[in-house]
C-alpha cells in the first residue's frame, strides 16, 4: 500500500524566510514522488518529481525538494519566500495511488 | 496547447438527484483520472480509466460511476446525491499509460464544484 504524511495543515512563514514543507511516504514499490501546488479556484499544477534519477530535484518557481530513502522523505522548499508563493501544497507518491492532505502556505509580508 | 477542462465548473443539486459531471483531457493523453477533494480529506482517487477501460477504482460506494469515450474525454456520475457529496470534483489527464508503475505527471483541470443542498 502507498500513504503519504504531510503535517501541519496550516503553515505560516515570513516574506524571504525559508519555505519548508515535510512529506513523508510508504510504498510497497519503488516510489515515484510528486509535489504539486494549488492556487485558489484552480487545479493543481506539477511542481516536481522524483523518478529515481537525480535525488535532488529542482521545480518550478523556485522550488526544490530532496528523495531521501533512509527517511522515507521528500521534502519542498524555497529559500525565500515570495507572496505568491501563498497556495496549497500536496506531495504525492505513485501516480494516483495517495496524495497527503496538503499544507496551506500563508505568506506573511 | 489547451489543458484540461471540466464542464460544468460549479453546481448545485438537492439530495436524491443525480449528476453527470464531464472532462476533455489535453491533446493526445489517454488517460484520465478523477478525484474528490474536501476540506477534511483532501484528495481521494475516485477511478482512473485508460482507452475506454476502467484500469483502477478507489474507494468509494456504487453510486459513483464514470466512462471515457474513444475521443478520450470522460464523464463521472454520481445518483442518490447525499449532503457529503459537496465537494470539489478534478479530473486529471496524463500522456502515459498512468497506473502504479508510472513515472507520468498528471495535468489537472480546474474542477467541478458540487453542492448538495
Known sequence: ?109 | KAGVTQTPRYLIKTRGQQVTLSCSPISGHRSVSWYQQTPGQGLQFLFEYFSETQRNKGNFPGRFSGRQFSNSRSEMNVSTLELGDSALYLCASTRGAGGRGSHYEQYFGPGTRLTVT
Open chain 1, 1 to 109: 500500500a502507498q500513504s503519504v504524511t504531510q503535517l501541519g495543515s496550516h503553515v505560516s512563514v515570513s516574506e524571504g524566510a525559508l519555505v519548508l514543507l515535510r512529506c513523508n511516504y510508504s510504498s510497497s514499490v519503488p516510489p515515484y514522488l510528486f509535489w504539486y501546488v494549488q492556487y485558489p479556484n484552480q487545479g493543481l499544477q506539477l511542481l516536481l518529481k522524483y523518478t529515481s534519477a537525480a535525488t535532488l530535484v529542482k521545480g518550478i518557481n523556485g522550488f526544490e525538494a530532496e528523495f531521501k530513502k533512509s527517511e522515507t522523505s521528500f521534502h519542498l522548499t524555497k529559500p525565500s519566500a515570495h507572496m505568491s508563493d501563498a497556495a496549497e501544497y500536496f506531495c504525492a507518491v505513485n501516480f494516483f495511488r495517495a496524495f497527503g492532505k496538503g499544507n496551506q502556505v500563508v505568506v506573511i509580508p
